[in-house]
């Protein structure tokens, strides 16, 4: 993981974005989107970036973590696994919109309501609660490249569209066995930016 962060900061940072994206058209111009899918399976890297709230000086640079992610989303259910660059565990979680199941290496297992873990993730880590208001439903969709349809969409264009205030980028679109996705997502507010790179989509 990136030195500008602890251990503990580093599971809590992305950890914290992953259990938001398992709860819960941004198109090529060239190619026709389908509405997301409900079923798959993404084996890649995240990266999250957020202000340095320990620096005092101007210019400070983020603070950043990094990992290797496998997701299994089977409707509202997940499988979600978390590595570090060196590809050891860092966390586990299991569940669905009701309850998850959380596991690290040498730690106790939590399980808890969703948005009560979340809350305590934000209570126990340096990251500003203001400014990681992130709509899980939203995330949902986002992380396929596709607007959320509960919410308006501005500012959209061939890879990129605004909503919430968030801009999400979708980069790189490529057929695969769930149908057209994006290789690239970014997701980005403000000083908080998050990076996932889906190597390999499957059903």
């Keep these: 993981m990136h030195q500008s962060t602890t251990p503990k900061e580093t599971v809590y940072t992305v950890l914290l974005l992953i259990?938001?994206?398992?709860?819960?058209?941004?198109?090529?111009?060239q190619k026709s989107i389908s509405q997301a899918p409900?079923?798959?399976q993404l084996s890649g890297k995240i990266a999250v970036s957020t202000p340095n709230t320990r620096c005092q000086t101007e210019n400070c640079p983020p603070s950043s973590s990094q990992g290797n992610l496998a997701w299994i989303?089977?409707?509202?259910?997940?499988d979600i696994t978390l590595r570090d660059?060196?590809?050891r565990v860092i966390m586990q979680i299991k569940g669905d919109t009701d309850t998850l199941q959380a596991t690290a290496p040498e730690q106790p297992t939590i399980t808890a309501v969703p948005t009560d873990f979340i809350q305590q993730l934000l209570n126990d880590s340096a990251i500003p609660a203001g400014d990681i208001q992130l709509t899980p439903t939203d995330l949902r969709y986002w992380i396929t490249g596709r607007p959320a349809?509960?919410?308006?969409?501005?500012?959209?264009q061939a890879e990129s569209f605004t909503q919430n205030g968030y801009q999400i980028d979708?980069?790189?679109?490529?057929?695969?066995?769930i149908g057209y996705?994006?290789?690239?997502?970014d997701v980005k507010k403000s000083g908080?930016?998050?990076?996932?790179?889906?190597?390999?989509w499957t059903r």
Excluded: H, Y
């Design 170 to 177: 979708a980069k790189q679109w490529r057929n695969t066995e």
């Design 181 to 185: 996705m994006p290789s690239i997502i």
């Design 149 to 156: 349809p509960s919410s308006p969409v501005t500012d959209k």
């Design 192 to 200: 908080f930016r998050l990076r996932i790179i889906a190597q390999r």
């Design 73 to 78: 989303q089977q409707n509202a259910q997940f």
């Design 19 to 29: 259990t938001l994206l398992g709860l819960v058209g941004c198109a090529s111009q």
């Design 85 to 87: 660059p060196f590809n």
């Design 38 to 40: 409900t079923q798959w």
